[in-house]
């Protein structure tokens, strides 16, 4: 049976690449968030930043700079007036030499006439329009001057001229002057409003060979013809007022007749007219050893608008910007298909975290991070936490849920040391649909999986966080989200039966959702409100009268605030008899109940430390001293803990 095959141009991708890593992508975007970023926000952050394994916006925006940079630095402007001063001194020389063998009176007037030329470059070609020359190779010297001013004149305006034309006749100028003419007359018609479509037509016909962009209408060859135009005038601008003069006599002699300046002048005053948007003031400072001519000038001008273009663009920083602004043939032609390659993946990250239902926009218009990213997020603190908690070499992450429990329904994929029963219905169904068709059906290990048991004795567990500014500016914040976000994922995939309350507490306690959490910002208020926390914390623990209670404590600072009768919170520094004897109240309270209570005390402060230990043994309760890279392992370790006791 015949195949169709599709061959498209390479893009610079590398085919045999992994998908992009949304799990990673995720991560970098939930710390963002939890650092108090927007998602929005957060995802621009990481499209900009990149990854370990994929470049970002800043990385190819400063490969732009370098390449704007080095230009700069590489080239001067003086190539075009050094050529026409090493011709006319080629062409002098020569002269000299042929006149110093003839003897006649002529040949003197004709040295002292040399002898005579004026230092100007612009001025001596002009003095030597009419020289009867003697030598002949000093004669196509000097025309060689006349015929390389026509070919940089129209190779500013029209790519490549400066090539195509070189050792051009008659013809070849007459065949420009008519392309010129046909053109300023196309463009006046234009002008007028009057429809070209047909004359347009006719011009490419004729003219076609003068135009590779292959423009379609009127207005795309306006558009190139400006861009360029513009870039020429830039290159004026950059010259020196010496360097003007200089090339603006010279520009007189261009193909021995001013009939092309005055077509190019024609031309320029259409298209200012026509693309006044254009860039037609600026300048650029090229400061290095390598001369360029005016064409060459000007496709250095082109492309370090271009260069400039792609780094706004990248820079994404206009309203309403997005990775579609990108022009990415652009971006190929000056960094190479890589660099597209690189765009395309970061566009292909975005749209893949949108569609696989990370982010969320919310009916106020504001996106936010969905419970599926919640899922992930927590999911990704937990294996950190894992991590930090395996203190032995080889020692396998546990996957049972409950010892000696109950199904939950739920199976997952075995792993080696799994005791619990098979799910037979799901193990043969895996087989099945890995390789369909086949009978009798063959087992392999990946097919496995065994169901999944919870165990029947249950806990209410009240996590209670500070979220008051002492958290933002010492950098507890990010690992105290996250160490509630490991506990959140434990519970909701281990330990089902267990009932979690998330509560913050600054000014005031109030209780989260792990998205609540995530998002929550670090505002500047005053006040560590354990009263109003612990309040909430026995709302919940009452909620559960069959349930174990638990009750865990992450904070960086002694009660500096309790909750009145009327609602409102009252704040003292040093904190007041009252307020602490309202939060040991609470915390007596929590005893009756036959809590567990565990603090976790971040920060040296000897006050800290002493009023924690006291209330600590008061409630028969924990303390643990963690460092912020070991918090969640010390939190979710002391929960296990209670489980297994």
Known sequence: MARNSRYTPYDGSDPLAPPVDLRDALESIGND?????????????????????MRGLDDIAAAAHRRRR???????????????????????????????????????????????????????VQELADYDWRSSQARADYEKIRDLLGRELLDQRFAGMKQA??????????????????????????GRGDDTDERFAEFMDKHGE??????????????????????????????SPEQRAELDALAQQAFGSPSLMNQLGRLDRHLRMARPGEDWEGSERFRGDQGMGLGEGTDALQEISEL?????????????????????????????????????TLAELEKALQQEGFLDKGAD??????????????????????????????????RKAGAMGEPTGASREWAFGDTEPWDVTRTITNAVLRDPGRIPVRLQ????????????????????????????????????????????????????????????????????TTAELAGLDGAYEQGTNLHHALLLAGRHLRRNPNAQPVVLIVTDGEPTAHLEPEGYAHFDYPPSMRTLSLTIRELDNLAKLKAQVTFFRLGEHPGLARFIDRIARRVGGRVVAPDLDGLGAAVVGDYMRMRRK
């Open 165 to 190: 034309l070189e050792g051009a006749t008659d013809e070849d100028r007459q065949r420009i002057d008519d392309m010129l003419s046909d053109l300023n007359d196309l463009l006046d018609a234009h």
């Open 308 to 344: 400039e273009q792609l780094g706004d663009q990248l820079s994404q920083q206009h309203a309403g910007a997005d990775l579609d602004d990108i022009d990415l043939e652009l971006l190929a032609k000056h960094l190479g298909n890589e660099a597209a390659a690189d765009v395309k």
């Open 445 to 512: 290990v990946s097919d496995v999986e065994v169901a999944e048991t919870e165990q029947r004795e249950q806990a209410a567990v009240a996590l209670l966080v500070d979220t008051s500014f002492s958290m933002v500016i010492e950098g507890r914040w990010v690992p105290m989200k996250r160490t509630a976000l490991a506990l959140n994922h434990l519970i909701s995939t281990r330990f089902r039966g267990d009932d979690l309350q998330l509560i913050g507490f600054g000014r005031h306690a109030r209780t989260l």
């Open 33 to 53: 968030v939890m650092a108090g970023s927007s998602p929005r926000h957060a995802l621009r952050e990481l499209l900009r930043r990149g990854s370990k394994n």
């Open 365 to 398: 218009g504001q996106w936010r991070l969905s419970p599926k990213a919640m899922r992930r997020l927590g999911e990704s603190a937990l294996r950190d936490v894992a991590g930090s908690l395996s203190g032995r070499r080889g020692e396998r992450e546990t």
């Open 70 to 124: 080095e230009m700069l630095q590489r080239n001067n402007l003086d190539g075009t007036l050094a050529e026409v001063r090493e011709l006319l001194d080629r062409a002098v020389l020569e002269e000299r030499k042929a006149l110093a063998r003839a003897l006649d009176d002529d040949a003197r007037f004709a040295e002292m006439q040399l002898a005579e030329l004026p230092p100007s470059t612009a001025q001596a």
């Open 210 to 239: 003068f135009f590779p962009e292959n423009p379609k209408n009127v207005d795309e060859l306006l558009d190139s013809l400006a861009r360029r135009a513009a870039a020429a005038q830039r290159l004026r601008n950059s010259l």
